[in-house]
């Protein structure tokens, strides 16, 4: 089996008999359990036994050909920040670890065990996902994959997702794009992390951050994973997913905020994988967005995620504010001091902002920036909350432009074998979803030549 197995090359293994569910569930199982890895800090709880029956199922059906789909039997991580029925919901944190098991699973969860996936465990998140970096002083903070002796954060909030998928712990995991929270763990990792156009996947069944810009999606090995999961997730058919050529790709580089304030790594990287494109055809343009300016305005009182946090959290706060981290209660207590009007010109700005940039960037296939301005930082750097503030915005921005947009994005890892991880990022207006994995699944190897 390769070192980064694909949902199809595993439904092939599978579909001929090269290895079975319970293998799987098995292999991955003793990767979360061996000491010397990151499992104990990727994974909040982990349900071996319900695991192990759910393959042992799944084979079965497979042997009857009755197996739901062909990814029946794989296994895969769930964020915690899902409903699991009779498992509690902690979103990452100690404040709900007494609150009640869910009565069911959450529509996403449904969705991909109807289609034979096996949930092999609950993934670590930052509390109540407000964090682009992805530490948790509760569970701990699962290293990023790369430079593991170092110790580099993981990126947020889906941490533990990107760990378990780029450790092997699970081919394909669940996570929340509120601000970049699958593409950025998805870039820090050197794997790749899609953000879906919101309205196309159900909210039901998630604790909430923001209820405007979250996004639940899917990170993997590939963009055909990606795709594959995303399709479970919508409910839509999983389509073969044919790649575009880069050679006629319209691309356009927004050089407004976008470029501003890149690490050395991220802008050779950036550059380097434009340069590949370039020569393989794509049409790549650099233009300015001035509308970009305007999402820092919008942010300014801590936006959408603070208001409507806070509206979520304020009695949980009053009760138990105690022992949240403090980087997320101070965050969250941004959104005590919003007026109603306040929201209303906020709501009133994003809908402007939304026509004009789509206005902007309709003549393009897609729009490609770094998905991150920075390189994972090194955990201990980031005990001065100066520092840590610093580096969580730098991580949350350039992403962050896409939700705001009510848009669609991918990160794809642009890094070459050895260099520390980038990640760069294909994004379009809102509806674009399967040109955005076409387009990226043309373009997944030629970055990186």
């Not at 465990?121 to 002796?149: D, L």
């Not at 941490?159 to 601000?179: K, N, Q, R, Y």
């Amino acid at each position: 089996m390769p070192n980064n197995p694909t949902l199809a090359s595993l439904a092939a293994d599978l579909d001929s008999g090269a290895t079975t569910a319970r293998k799987l569930v098995e292999q991955c199982i003793a990767k979360i359990a061996d000491p010397a890895g990151e499992g104990q800090r990727t994974f909040i709880h982990v349900d071996k036994d319900a695991a192990l029956a759910a393959a042992d199922a799944m084979d079965r059906l497979r042997k009857a050909n009755a197996a739901p789909s062909p990814f029946a039997g794989i296994p895969i991580s769930v964020k915690d920040l899902f409903d699991i029925k009779g498992q509690v919901t902690r979103a990452g944190s100690r404040a709900l670890e007494d609150s009640a098991p869910a009565e069911a699973d959450a529509p996403v969860v449904a969705r991909l065990k109807r289609a034979g996936f096996v949930v092999i465990g609950r993934t670590n998140m930052t509390e109540f996902a407000y964090s682009g970096i992805g530490i948790n002083p509760h569970y701990g903070t699962p290293k990023s994959a790369w430079n593991r002796s170092v110790g580099h954060v993981p990126g947020g909030s889906s941490s533990g997702a990107a760990v378990s998928i780029a450790d092997g712990m699970a081919f394909g995991a669940l996570g929340t794009d509120t601000g970049g929270s699958c593409r950025i763990p998805a870039a820090f990792n050197g794997i790749v992390g899609y953000k879906p156009t919101q309205r196309r996947i159900p909210l039901d069944g998630g604790v909430p951050l923001s209820f405007t810009l979250d996004s639940y999606g899917p990170l993997a090995n590939s963009v055909a994973c990606c795709a594959a999961l995303d399709a479970v997730l919508a409910d839509e058919p999983v389509k073969p997913l044919t790649p575009r050529p880069v050679k006629g790709m319209r691309l356009a580089v927004p050089t407004t905020v976008a470029l501003d304030d890149l690490d050395d790594g991220v802008a050779k990287t950036f550059e380097r994988a434009l340069a590949s494109l370039s020569r393989a055809g794509a049409l790549i343009e650099r233009i300015e967005v001035p509308e970009l300016l305007d999402v820092g305005v919008m942010q300014a009182k801590g936006g959408f995620a603070a208001a409507e946090s806070y509206a979520w959290h304020r009695f949980l706060l009053a009760s138990k504010g105690d022992i949240y981290d403090p980087r997320v209660s101070s965050r969250i207590a941004r959104g005590e001091g919003f007026l109603a009007a306040d929201y209303i010109d906020l709501l009133n700005a994003r809908r402007s902002f939304i026509a004009r940039t789509g206005q902007r960037i309709a003549p393009y296939d897609a729009m490609v920036l770094p998905t991150t301005a920075n390189l994972p930082p090194v955990i201990a750097d980031l005990a001065d909350d100066k520092a840590f503030t610093v580096q969580n915005l730098r991580a949350l921005r350039n992403c962050t432009l896409i939700n705001v947009l009510d848009g669609c994005a991918i990160s794809l890892p642009a890094h070459r074998e050895g260099e520390a991880p980038v990640g760069l990022m294909l994004a379009a207006a809102g509806g674009s979803d399967r040109r955005i994995f076409e387009l990226a699944a043309g373009m997944e190897t030629v970055i990186r030549v």
